[in-house]
């Protein structure tokens, strides 16, 4: 029996040098993410926020233009990848069908979009790549989006644990287990078309999943969609995938990111899984999203 080294891991692999960026760069916590200043998304230097991305898995734009458009948004987006339309929710732009909005009114009790750990779309053939959200309007406090850096969760298993998972599959559902919120009412909030059928879209994709940049390795399950591991019976499943959805949960794994105005934030969801904060009822809350479709998790 032996500990497992989480600060040990902690400190050897999260040195990054910061002067390798032109930008400011503060990061977030001592597993990801970081606040970025001096990085305009009218005029974007993309080498270096791949550079920061494969550093901190998530980070947030501050000191955006005011008057960013969201034609200057999305022709940001279009500079990451190429950009999903989700065909089962009405984009809020008829002539942006890429953007979803997120928008959540002060007297609004609707269920809060994202308010589960997930990386989004992993039910999907290509699930995400990037995600990237635009607070038009963020509450004065509370809202925060909560990440978790599957890396290290990956990283801080026991070899023995990892020697057991790696290799098998994980499938994913997007009606998730069924005892949470159910896509359809997800919808209440974010607009969803309810002329287009809600089939039950699953697939399979490798426990630990490669980045293709980098080559490193993340633990790709999440509590949203994750439902059952291949070859495992269902008890098994169950049980090895609660224990490590509270893993990858643990307070070291995760980055709280507050939101300011003007920010505009970009995650990786091959490394990472994220949680919507609800806890600022009574304030609005409008968000822009853009989806970059990823490559079939290896
Ligand atoms: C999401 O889960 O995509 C939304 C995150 C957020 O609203 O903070």
Redesign the pocket.
């Known amino acids: 029996m032996s500990l497992q080294p989480i600060w040990a891991i902690q400190t050897r692999s999260r040195q990054i040098d910061l002067e390798q960026f032109s930008a400011e760069v503060r990061p977030v916590s001592g597993a990801m993410g970081a606040y970025v200043h001096g990085l305009d998304v009218r005029d974007p230097d993309f080498e270096q926020l791949s550079r920061l991305l494969h550093s901190f898995k998530a980070v947030m734009l501050r000191g955006q233009p005011a008057d960013l458009s969201i034609a200057d948004y999305v022709a940001f987006g279009r500079g990451l990848g190429e950009l999903a339309v989700d065909p089962y929710v009405e984009p809020p732009f008829a002539d942006h069908p890429e953007v979803?909005g997120?928008v959540r009114d002060a007297d609004s009790d609707a269920y809060?979009?994202?308010?589960d750990w997930?990386s989004?779309g992993s039910y999907l053939e290509r699930p995400g790549g990037l995600?990237v959200?635009w607070g038009k309007h963020v509450p004065t406090h509370g809202?925060?989006?909560?990440f978790a850096d599957m890396e290290l969760a990956w990283e801080t298993l026991t070899p023995a644990f990892r020697e057991m998972l790696d290799g098998r599959r994980v499938l994913h559902a997007a009606t998730g287990l069924g005892q949470k919120v159910t896509i359809r009412s997800k919808g209440d909030y974010v607009g969803l078309d309810r002329s287009r059928d809600l089939e039950r879209i699953e697939h399979f994709h490798p426990i630990k999943r490669t980045h293709p940049e980098t080559g490193r390795h993340a633990l790709f399950v999440n509590q949203a969609y994750s439902v059952g591991i291949e070859g495992c019976s269902d008890d098994e499943s169950a049980a090895i995938l609660r224990f490590l959805f509270d893993h990858s949960g643990l307070p070291a794994m995760t980055a709280r990111?507050v939101?300011e105005p003007d920010t505009v934030?970009i995650w990786d969801n091959r490394m990472t899984t994220?949680?919507?904060?609800g806890d600022y009822g009574g304030q609005r809350?409008e968000?822009y999203?853009l989806a970059i479709t990823g490559e079939t998790p290896f």
């Open positions: 979803m997120l809060n979009f994202g308010g997930h989004d995600t959200l809202g925060d989006t909560l990111m939101w934030l994220h949680y919507a904060i809350r968000m999203r």
